[in-house]
């Protein structure tokens, strides 16, 4: 990369830079040869990053004391068999029970789901169904944004807390012809006496 030469006004104002400034005193100057600073420029035609400039996209460091929510099961990493698990979420295979938590507020289905799983767990069944429904549609002309479906997002948390994560293997969401994203199959463990 070649090197730009001053114009005569750039090198007439670096002159008067460098005699009006005031040298270091000895101790605090380096003993090693100065370099000429580099000054990059970026082409007018690229855009400027504001995603570094604000650090968008980087981690942000949490308190250790922070309170966090169990997340559900991710789909990528199956505890169950891989096998089993690709049949569950292509459909393949059928639910042994179900229940439908639509219309249900959070006190109302907590207890409900808690004693469906116990019982299905208690009873051998491996493979349940729980619908909850995708929450109700958006309402475009509403000025406040509201969250939809508060069951769909608490399910999967309820069942990886006590007492259901004893009884639950996995969770993933249904395929579409069995509620798609209103619908999550929970894969129970063996009992014992199965």
Known sequence: MSRRRLKPEEQELWQKVTHSATPLPQALRRTEKPQKPQVRRKPESEPMDLSKAFGIGTRRESPKS???TPKPASPTKPVMDKK???????????????????????????????KFILTSYSRGFRL????????????????????????????????????????VMDVAEAHIRHGGGGAYYVYLRRTARS
């Open 66 to 68: 922070s309170v966090s």
């Open 128 to 167: 349940v169904l729980v619908i909850t429904g995708k929450g109700q549609r958006d309402d475009p002309h509403d000025p406040i944004p509201r969250q939809r479906g508060v069951l769909k997002r608490q399910v999967p948390m309820w069942l990886k807390m006590a007492p259901l994560n004893t009884a």
């Open 84 to 114: 089993t698990f690709g049949k569950m979420r292509r459909g393949k295979l059928v639910p042994e029970a179900r229940i439908d938590l639509h219309g249900m507020t959070l006190d109302q289905a907590h207890p409900a789901l808690t």
